[in-house]
């Protein structure tokens, strides 16, 4: 790093900046891998030179040293690594013992996978609404629980990379004697109330695909727990079951995380992280001080959350929504949608068990009206100028 560059918000210019600098028309990505290639590639072929080296491809070393990083990290005692964040999400829930036909509590508004993983391991989603921000809203958490006292089980999502907030999280937690797996897919780094998130629930789960805060380069994963028996049974199910060499004590699956992704995410990306999130933290500060458009509402953090900004939420009126990425597309601004069709409203949905407590009202909204605003750390000053000047010369 050339400690002596200072871009104007105060954030050290790496090479990379130097290096690919865009012309004034290159399209604005949501994740410039191009980018990201030429600032890493030199570690990551480090990475990968000593895994060929090793001999050793799959649940070595590389995955060891990468779940003690996590652990720390993330403050807790036990990291198992995986094959992706949907398995992490089904390795906690079976882990934790969940047995087919429990309800599980979770949102409407995410990636399907947090769904999926719950319906793989043998729950029955119950959706509840999200609050203004697009979280699970946690007072409607709780008359979904007093309504039904027997549900245990509760899948929160720390969308868009806000933290959940911790006391509420733990309040229901104590409450409701909830198993509490949260999905920290889209929040690694995330704090609330001086909290990392995934320092709450029984056990946290993460996901490394490659658009990620933390992202490999391919599919990989980790759960992480505080609980040595749950960290013991979720190594044994990532690797069919086994216990012991050719003892089968559960019926696990093959979710093993291989010593290439590991290398990779331990020695390249890593490392980096805390710089690619202060990044991503600035571009958030600019864009909520930059968009003056009154036809778009930037809802902004939940005030107790230290956001890691995983992806930069504005909502417009439903029927403009297309008119709006349209132009924004005209400009050279990729956008995109998180998420258009709530996971109950999935056609994959219709046949599967799981309950809705009605209304979604906010969930709906998102559904119909977010836009996503590219905000990867790779991003120049001048592009978020660019964006910024884009959405600000809409016309509703
Ligand atoms: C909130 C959330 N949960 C779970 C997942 C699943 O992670 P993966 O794609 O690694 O299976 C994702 C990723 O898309 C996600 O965004």
């Known amino acids: 790093m050339r400690s002596s560059q200072l871009s104007n ?6 090479s990379r900046e130097v290096e690919a600098i865009p012309t004034p028309t290159s399209k604005i990505l949501m994740n410039d891998f191009a980018r990201q290639w030429s600032d890493t590639a030199e570690s990551v072929l480090s990475a990968v ?24 990290h993330v403050q807790r005692q036990n990291v198992v690594g995986c094959a992706s964040g949907l398995d992490a999400i089904e390795l906690a829930l079976r882990a934790c013992k969940l047995t087919a036909g429990q309800r599980v509590l979770t949102t409407p508004l995410s990636a399907f996978a947090t769904t999926l993983a719950i319906i793989r391991a043998g729950g029955v989603p119950v959706f509840v609404d999200v609050d203004d921000y697009g979280l699970i809203d946690t007072e409607q958490c709780r008359d979904a629980l007093l309504e039904d006292r027997s ?3 509760f899948v929160p999502v720390h969308l868009y990379g806000h933290a959940l907030h911790r006391s509420a999280l733990s309040e229901l937690q104590n409450e409701f004697e909830l198993t509490i797996v949260e999905d920290c ?23 490394f695909y490659p658009t990620k805060n933390l992202g490999a380069m391919g599919d990989a994963g980790a759960v992480a727990t505080d609980n040595m028996a749950v960290a013991a049974r979720c190594r044994a199910l990532r690797n069919y079951g086994q216990t012991e ?13 291989d010593e290439l992704h590991a290398a990779i995410l331990g020695e390249a990306f890593f490392p980096r992280l805390p710089e690619w999130t202060q990044r991503r933290q600035v571009i958030a500060a600019t ?13 902004g953090a939940p005030e107790a959350s230290q956001s890691v900004w995983h992806l930069f939420p504005v909502l417009v009126t439903a029927t403009c929504r297309e008119d709006f990425r349209l132009h924004l597309s005209n400009a050279g601004v990729e956008s995109a949608i998180h998420y258009p069709t709530l996971i109950p409203y999935q056609a994959a949905m219709s046949q599967i068990p799981h309950q809705v407590k009605r209304p979604l009202t906010r969930a709906e909204e998102y559904s119909r009206s977010e836009v996503s605003l590219p905000i990867h750390p790779y991003l120049t000053q001048s592009e978020v100028e660019r964006a910024i000047a884009a959405v600000n010369s809409w016309n509703p």
């Open 287 to 299: 864009y909520r001080a930059g968009i003056c458009n009154p036809g778009v509402l930037v809802p």
């Open 185 to 207: 897919a889209q929040a690694i780094g995330a704090f609330s109330e001086g909290h990392s998130v995934g320092s709450t629930g029984e056990v946290c789960a993460f996901s």
């Open 245 to 257: 060499r050719y003892q089968h004590d559960l019926l696990g699956m093959n979710s093993r995380l």
């Open 151 to 153: 549900m245990r089980f």
């Open 49 to 72: 030179r000593r895994v060929g080296g090793s001999g050793w491809y799959i649940l070595g070393k590389e995955v060891s040293q990468f779940e003690a990083l996590l652990a720390a």
């Open 9 to 14: 918000e105060g954030v050290p210019l790496k």
